[in-house]
């Protein structure tokens, strides 16, 4: 029987990816619901092609347009608005959520689907990095998994199959490095909005791609590593392998070393999570091993990245600290984007953020929400008075 998924943020990159996926294997998937925040054109041809049963839309200003063309064809179930999501999740029935949206707003479509017992095929970082312990102990209640759809994540569970967590010694988490690799800070101060959008290998939506450049996105990784597997941060490392072949690795106690690789393409650890825990034929990613030339590992050095050892740090310090630093995170990338504040600011702005929050348990998703609003709320006033002086003023 085919596998029925509900996908949220359809419209991206992972989502695109997603129905890439589904469509070179449509005798195996339905794709029961969609969601998407405010592109509700691209969301509606989508949900036509796909005959998707119910659409979700956080826009509510779209609305009406959306009522009036989905009704146009058949009319699929509309939830709008702040909880269009969650909604979505609750009321609807579907095998599989794939949370492919961008933020924390990935945050309580997970938590409703494990609570439910329905496995989550997660693309979402934010949701782990926010609220790890609380998402954790839902999917053990609920019975359900969460399968990690980030290449990286995906390797270390590929290689950590039929192993016992006694026998790993340290998870090794590969970076191509981004477009910036070996570029002292100096260098980086007059980075412009599209050098840092041009990254080497992947092709990802805006705020993980400048997340990649200051290596943010790895410091997310670690800690959804910590999370996913429970492995403490000081047995976790970053390694740059500038070819993005070598997915990651996971040592073992005997001094062994697993690790997953294919040429780069999101597909790969999409299908695997759709799939799991088949491993069916497929022709869509091919790896010609004889073409792949040399691969490199090269240590990173954690004081040239500040944003990667404030992840570390957060990680460390646990309680509200990372879902503080990944909203903060948020919104400094959002008026990098929108070329408020500079590109070493975004470090500079994360610093201060973390440096002022305090130490505090998270025991609930609700904990993680306030923690969200209020750094976002810090992280505004900072940049806004950043702004009248000097970022570096405002931060030191
Ligand atoms: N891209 C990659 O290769 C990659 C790899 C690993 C992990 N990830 C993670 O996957 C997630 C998605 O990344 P992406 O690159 O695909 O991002 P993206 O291209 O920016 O797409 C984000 C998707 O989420 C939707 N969305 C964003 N905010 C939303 C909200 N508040 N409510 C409802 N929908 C919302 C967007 O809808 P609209 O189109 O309406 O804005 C869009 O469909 C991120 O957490 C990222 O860290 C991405």
Not at 60 to 73: G, I, Q, V
Not at 175 to 186: C, I, L, N, V
């Amino acid at each position: 029987m085919a596998k029925r998924l509900l996908i949220q943020g359809c419209t991206g990159s992972i989502g695109r990816s997603v129905l890439s996926v589904i469509g070179a294997h449509r005798d195996r998937f339905r794709v029961t619901g969609l969601a998407a925040r405010s592109s509700a054109e691209a969301l509606l041809a989508l949900a036509r092609e796909w005959s998707a049963e119910s659409i979700a839309l956080e826009d509510e200003t779209r609305a009406d347009f959306l009522r009036a063309e989905a009704a146009r064809f058949g009319g699929p179930r509309i939830f709008v608005g702040r909880d269009a999501l969650r909604t979505q999740c609750e009321d609807t029935d579907y095998d599989l959520l794939v949370n492919a949206v961008t933020g924390s707003a990935g945050l309580e479509p997970t938590a409703v689907a494990l609570r439910r017992g329905i496995n989550v095929a997660l693309a979402n970082k934010e949701t782990l990095v926010a609220a790890g312990p609380v998402i954790t102990r839902l999917a053990a209640e609920g019975g359900a998994r969460i399968l990690p759809i980030d290449s990286e994540h995906s390797a270390i569970f590929q290689c950590l199959m039929g192993e016992r967590q006694e026998s790993v010694r340290r998870l090794w988490l590969t970076t191509s490095g981004g477009p910036f690799w070996g570029k002292s800070a100096a260098e980086l101060e007059g980075i412009t909005v599209e050098e840092a959008l041009a990254h080497p290998t992947w092709k990802m939506g805006p705020k993980i791609t400048v997340d990649s450049a200051t290596l943010f996105n790895k410091g997310l990784e670690v800690i959804e590593a910590e999370r996913l597997f429970g492995i403490p941060p000081d047995r976790i490392e970053v390694v740059a392998h500038r070819q993005s072949v070598i997915h990651s690795l996971v040592e073992f106690t005997d001094g062994s070393l697993k690790a997953q690789l294919s040429v780069p393409d999101m597909r790969l650890p999409i299908l695997f999570a759709l799939t799991y825990p088949e491993r069916i034929e497929s022709d869509l990613v091919r790896t010609d091993v004889s073409r792949l030339g040399a691969l490199t590992l090269e240590p990173v050095s954690r004081d040239e990245y500040p944003c990667l050892t404030l992840c570390y740090e957060a990680l460390r310090r646990g309680g509200t600290a990372p879902a503080a630093l990944s909203a903060a995170d948020e919104v400094a990338v959002g008026a990098f984007l929108k070329r408020q504040i500079g590109f070493n600011d975004i470090a500079r702005v994360l610093n201060e953020i973390l440096k002022a929050w305090p130490d505090e348990p998270l025991a609930s998703l609700a904990d993680a929400r306030e923690a969200d609003r209020r750094a976002r709320a810090m992280t505004l006033k900072l940049i806004t008075q950043g702004k009248n002086n000097s970022m570096r003023d405002a931060c030191c």
